[in-house]
């Protein structure tokens, strides 16, 4: 379930200074650094006095504690740079550990002075940490961590008394045997206890199996972000209610999308949809909502992120929002174009054409027409989309996608009216459904899938695209969203960033392989105006790669969804 709770925090009290960040990470990294090589090369001879006032060897005790804490501090200084809030605590304890360990043990004040800076640096820069970890994940590990040690030292003190005089050479009391099965389920080894047989060598290591792997389950759980819960009924009906209410375009409905993800303004008068992958939040479109809770949505999502250690980046913005992604520090790049249809115009001018004008009197003169479909739909006539969806999935390189299209979905296609180019013996060769809508002046019209048969007469499509529009303006609709055409227009985009000159030229030289161009092509048949879309994220240019890939995740359709 969505926190939308956590989200009226304002990003502006989450410090962002990537480069204090880094600073502090590297120094707990260097300190990890020399603390290990403290241990190995310099002397503790001021140590030995120690060994008879303690249990365990002190001077080995005091080495293996260092060596630890070291490794520990290296491993702590990778979560850090994530700005994790317990990569935070657990290197402040670390580090205050450390000294009470070299001070204790009489370390000279020079070998202390870095840890202590290092300690000074963490306490000065603990704002910049704020990003939390799975609570859940961390109690589930502690509890299973403590009972496994548990176990282990039942099973070493057990152990030690019984492999005593044979296989040790020496007498354990049971005083003993506890002392010696800690220092082995830590790691902290005992010199003056040495195996001699081969049964005692195994049970030696396996305590210092056991240790570990208690210790390493410890620590990888320890640093695990908060995980995103499953979107709750009441969070669906209250995205629903915002969006049926301020939704301006019919891409709007793909904010009902299943595996959507809401984040609500404080004043729940606005929302982001969005969806999660890897540590990327990937939100469709801009906000929607009231102008009031627009503004503070932006906020909202952008410190649930933070909070989370999450990429924020909105798909598709609309040209009127980039200013307000540039206000919190988000890289802004092109995307492409979205062309939009005066129908109007269309059915007046473009459709008279001579290439459109052609297309549409060899389909009359063929007896071709359309047909339209309203829910509800038969089983036997949504069998027969199915069949001609599942031939158009059979050219190489279709494919189903989610997140921002359609799939075929029985439940979705039961909701909506269905436009479909009928031959003269009744046969249904293309199809395409209306995007149901979910605004109360959406503004504009859209066709989802658009599907085929593999024996399908040549421009069937725009056959089809123009007899809908044509319908579609008899009905008083005005514009027709024909949807993104993915990298076009960046040539002409002045003073292209980086990411944007990588795009240009992904579309100039990969359009073989993803027919970029092709598409532009199709739609620029029917003189749309183009808009242009944006991608907004918050990170480096090369996280934007990050980006893309969290968008193909999300877009995958499994067989689970896609019902018969």
Request: charged fraction near 20%; include cysteine.
């Amino acid at each position: 379930m969505a926190q939308s709770h956590l989200r009226t925090q304002s990003t502006r009290t989450a410090p962002n200074s990537p480069a204090a960040v880094r600073f502090v990470a590297a120094t707990v990294a260097l300190s990890g650094v020399m603390l290990l090589a403290q241990t190995y090369l310099l002397r503790f001879g001021y140590l030995h006095r120690l060994d008879a006032l303690a249990p365990l060897s002190y001077l080995g005790m005091t080495r293996l504690i260092r060596l630890s804490l070291g490794f520990a501090l290296l491993y702590v200084s990778l979560n850090l740079s994530r700005r994790r809030l317990v990569a935070w605590v657990a290197a402040t304890l670390l580090a205050t550990t450390t000294i009470i360990v070299e001070v204790v043990a009489r370390v000279p004040l020079p070998d202390m002075s870095f840890m202590a800076f290092t300690l000074i640096i963490l306490l000065l820069s603990a704002k910049q940490f704020y990003v939390r970890s799975e609570p859940a994940n961390l109690r589930r590990a502690l509890l299973y961590s403590g009972i496994t040690l548990g176990i282990a030292l039942v099973y070493g003190s057990i152990g030690f008394v019984l492999l005593d005089t044979r296989d040790f050479a020496r007498e354990i009391t049971p005083g003993q045997a506890v002392v010696s099965a800690v220092e082995q389920t830590f790691l902290l080894g005992n010199p003056e206890l040495i195996p001699r047989t081969r049964d005692a060598r195994w049970f030696v290591d396996s305590l210092s199996l056991v240790g570990l792997l208690s210790l390493g389950f410890v620590a990888i759980n320890l640093f695990r972000p908060l995980r995103e819960g499953l979107t709750h009924p009441l969070e669906v009906r209250q995205a629903e209610r915002i969006i049926r209410k301020y939704g301006r375009s019919s891409q709007d409905y793909f904010k009902l999308w299943p595996a959507k993800r809401y984040s609500f303004a404080p004043q729940h008068d606005a929302v982001v949809a969005y969806g999660v992958h890897g540590q990327v939040a990937l939100a469709f479109e801009d906000p929607i909502g009231s102008a009031a809770g627009i503004v503070t949505s932006y906020e909202a999502f952008d410190s649930y992120c933070r909070l989370r250690g999450y990429i924020p980046a909105y798909l598709n913005t609309w040209p009127g929002h980039t200013a307000a992604y540039e206000a919190l520090g988000y890289r802004v790049v092109q995307i492409g174009q979205t062309g939009l249809v005066n129908l109007e115009k269309f059915v007046t001018e473009t459709v008279k054409s001579k290439a459109l004008a052609y297309v549409e009197r060899r389909f009359a003169r063929d007896s071709y027409q359309l047909v339209t479909h309203k829910p509800p739909h038969t089983a036997q006539y949504l069998q027969e989309l199915r069949n001609i969806s599942d031939d158009w999935l059979g050219i190489p390189g279709r494919r189903e996608e989610g997140f921002s299209l359609g799939y075929f979905d029985r439940d979705y296609l039961g909701d909506c009216e269905v436009f479909c180019l009928v031959s003269a013996d009744g046969r249904t060769v293309a199809f395409a459904n209306l995007l149901p809508t979910v605004g109360p002046d959406h503004g504009d019209v859209s066709l989802d899938m658009m599907r085929h048969r593999l024996d399908a007469p040549n421009s069937s499509m725009d056959a089809l695209f123009i007899l809908t529009m044509k319908e579609l303006h008899s009905r008083g609709h005005t514009v027709f969203n024909l949807g993104l055409a993915a990298l076009s227009g960046l040539a002409l985009v002045p003073d292209k960033q980086l990411e944007e000159h990588v795009m240009a030229s992904m579309y100039e030289r990969f359009n073989q392989i993803f027919s970029f161009k092709g598409l532009r092509a199709f739609k620029e048949k029917f003189d749309p105006d183009w808009e242009p879309r944006f991608l907004a994220y918050r990170g480096l240019p090369t996280d934007l790669l990050r980006v893309a890939l969290a968008y193909s995740a999300l877009s995958k359709v499994g067989p689970e969804s896609l019902q018969d």
